[in-house]
């Protein structure tokens, strides 16, 4: 059974940084787009960033360009996000996702574009 499991998050001063790993088991992801989500307590899961199967391709939120990389190890079958420069309303549980796109540039940004997903890992960001 395809599992996506995130490791990295926890709590951080305003200001910090952190890094995000997803770790896939039971499939290898290595020729899907991927994608970090992330949910607020009250708010609706909201796209962070994406990066097509080759790494040659990414998207990113507004909120978050200009202090988010993603990248993947396709060896590994893992995919990465580092976040600097952290603020309060960067809290959320951040999901991991698979992407139904396989082999092609596209590094979807909509949850429907997703089909397998992490169970999320909590970022606390303290002011």
């Known amino acids: 059974q395809e599992q996506l499991a995130e490791s990295g998050g926890g709590l951080v001063q305003a200001g910090g940084s952190l890094r995000l790993s997803c770790a896939a088991s039971?499939?290898?992801?290595?020729?899907?787009?991927m994608g970090w989500f992330r949910q607020a307590p009250g708010k609706e899961r909201e796209f962070v960033a994406a990066?097509?199967?080759?790494?040659?391709?990414?998207a990113y939120a507004d909120s978050v360009k200009g202090r988010a990389t993603i990248s993947r190890d396709n060896a590994k079958n893992a995919v990465y996000l580092q976040m600097s420069s952290l603020k309060p309303e960067d809290t959320a549980v951040y999901y991991c996702a698979a992407s139904r796109f396989v082999s092609t540039i596209v590094a979807p940004t909509s949850l429907r574009d997703y089909a397998y997903w992490g169970q999320g890992t909590q970022v606390t960001v303290s002011s």
């Open positions: 039971g499939a290898t992801f290595s020729n899907h787009a």
């Open positions: 990066i097509n199967w080759s790494g040659g391709f990414r």
